[in-house]
């Protein structure tokens, strides 16, 4: 019976013996099979996180390689700008002295046919005439930078909003008082009449502060050129010439210089509509106010000779003050007319 029994189920353990195998071979693999996978898993992340870190990496070394590059662009264009400007220095420095040789050559063969026959200009007239010039510089450099701070300070805009007959006439007689006054204080008086020469030059800042707050630099700079090309090629000229040869020309241009005034003044009383006439007596304000106040300045300098051979003879007192006064006038009253011809030349172009 018992034989029986053990027959019966021994096929059955035959066939659930190898299940039992394999799910007891399954398990004991199981940890194994973790034993693996852990590294497997620690090899992936590190490997992930070696992939981030390289990534950041690259990135890190493309900003930095962009930035050196942006640098390297900036630092090269710099250089660029600073050889631009350097080229454009040297240009303008080319064009200034092209300018004022062409003037001086033109002007000495048209007014310097006849150059002085006694030897040249003695040692006192061109110490004279230098002492001169030193302060005509002097006071065009304060009436410059007493209009600058005008600007700056609102000055002008101040007296742009009020009555403009009351700045006008009282512009002209604050400068012709400080003028008269300075004339007329002695040289030896230095305190007096520098401060009252410093106030012309103050007067004169007043006339001159508007252009410097509605001109553009540039342009200011190229009238300044020009003015300081003419000027200069007319006073190598007056020194150079024949003695007293444009002394007979002071009645001629105080006529010149009447009739330009007068034509400053047209528009306020000749109407709107009256175009043509409008434009003549602009013309005439501009152009004749040119040729008047070079004029003028052949005049002043071959006066300021005079006056060298007057005071070294000891008839009168050695004024530089006084004389520079003339320039100084003459001066600004070409470069307010290069000015106005510079402008009108840009809003055509416009």
Known sequence: MSFTITVRQGPRLAQQLPQVLSKSAFRSAAPARAFHQQP??????SF????????????????????????????QQAQQQEGALAGSGMRKLLVGGAIFGGTLVAINLVFNRETRDDGGMPVYEREYLNNTFLHTGLGIGIIGLTARQMVQTGFVYRLMVTNPWVV?????????ATMIGTRSISPDNYVPKYALWTAFNATQAA??????????????GRAGLYTIAMMGALSVVGATAKQEKYLYIGGPLLAGAAIVAASGLAPLVIPVTAVRTLAFTE?????????????????DVQKVLYHARLAQAGVMRRDPVNESISLEL????????????LMLQ????K
């Open 40 to 45: 497997m898993k620690r090899m992936s992340a």
């Open 48 to 75: 992930f996180t070696s992939r981030i870190a390289s990534s950041s990496q690259r990135t890190s070394q493309n900003a930095f390689s962009r930035a050196s590059g942006a640098a390297r662009s900036y630092y």
């Open 168 to 176: 006008g006439i009282g512009g002209l007689a604050l400068s012709f």
């Open 207 to 220: 006339f001159v502060a508007p252009l410097l707050a509605f001109v553009p630099r540039a342009l200011l």
């Open 283 to 299: 013309n005439l304000w501009l152009y004749g106010g040119l040729a008047v106040f070079g004029g003028f300045t052949l005049y």
């Open 330 to 341: 003459d001066f600004l009253n070409i470069f307010i007319r290069m000015v106005q011809i």
């Open 346 to 349: 840009q809003n055509r172009r």
